[in-house]
């Protein structure tokens, strides 16, 4: 772990210090978690990240409790404490809730997304299907959050904002995610899905907005491109060993 110019590192990620000890580990064992250095399964000793950032054992056992509350830890007793792994269940659930927030804040975006704000997306969208065309997976994925990010935004909306993101860090951390997202066929959906968003911002319609966004979100064969994803992992697994 370094200190330099008021920064730390734990787990390779760096950071600059938020206010409290609390905060600052939650943090940083927050992306740890979603970033993989933590992988679902793994235990968490807190006397040993207690060590690590020179601090009592309070603010850690304040930042894991947290991280329970949250979803992103099990505490079955502080000597025996693991990442969790996110359910097939729970993460088509973390979708339906995601669909239905971010297609009211598409609604209420309509009124206030301006020339710029609709030229900039259709710029955004243009980056997106040449990152398509070149199978730039991580690169596309950007671009397909500043879209989500932009209208969010636009909503006017601090709770919708605060709500998807915690929900966009939960579904991060469904190890099988970027098995089923690289596949070309979803990120052509998702691409079409865009540019059919962006059609509706166009005409000012705000139920055909709400209506596409939760389009987006849902589908009737998410489930089992997920399972589907997640055996092709565990065969690629297999073939590894």
Known sequence: ????????????????????????????????IINNYLPPGQRIFDKEIARSFNVSITPVREA???????????IKSYKDIIVREISLKE???????????????????????NGEHLSK????????SEYFSSNKVDKFYEINEKIHALYIEQSGSQLIHDLVSHLNLR????????????????????????KNIL?????????????????????????????????SELSRRKEDM
């Open 64 to 74: 894991l409790l947290q991280l329970s509350v949250e979803g992103f830890v099990e």
């Open 91 to 113: 993460i088509s659930e973390i979708y339906d809730v995601q669909a239905v927030l971010e297609g009211l804040a598409g609604k209420l975006a309509v009124p206030n997304m």
């Open 171 to 194: 579904r991060k951390m469904f190890r099988y995610r970027v098995t089923f997202l690289s596949k070309k066929e979803v990120m052509e959906k998702a691409l079409e899905d865009h």
């Open 1 to 32: 772990m370094n200190d330099k110019k008021g920064k730390r590192k734990l787990f390779h990620i760096e950071f600059k210090q938020p206010v409290t000890l609390r905060e600052r580990i939650y943090s940083h064992l927050r992306e740890a």
């Open 199 to 231: 059609r509706a911002f166009l005409s000012h319609d705000r139920e055909n907005v709400e209506r596409l966004i939760i389009e987006h979100w849902r589908s009737d064969t998410r489930m089992k491109d997920f399972e589907t994803a997640i055996q």
């Open 121 to 128: 997306m259709e710029k955004l969208i243009k980056k997106m």
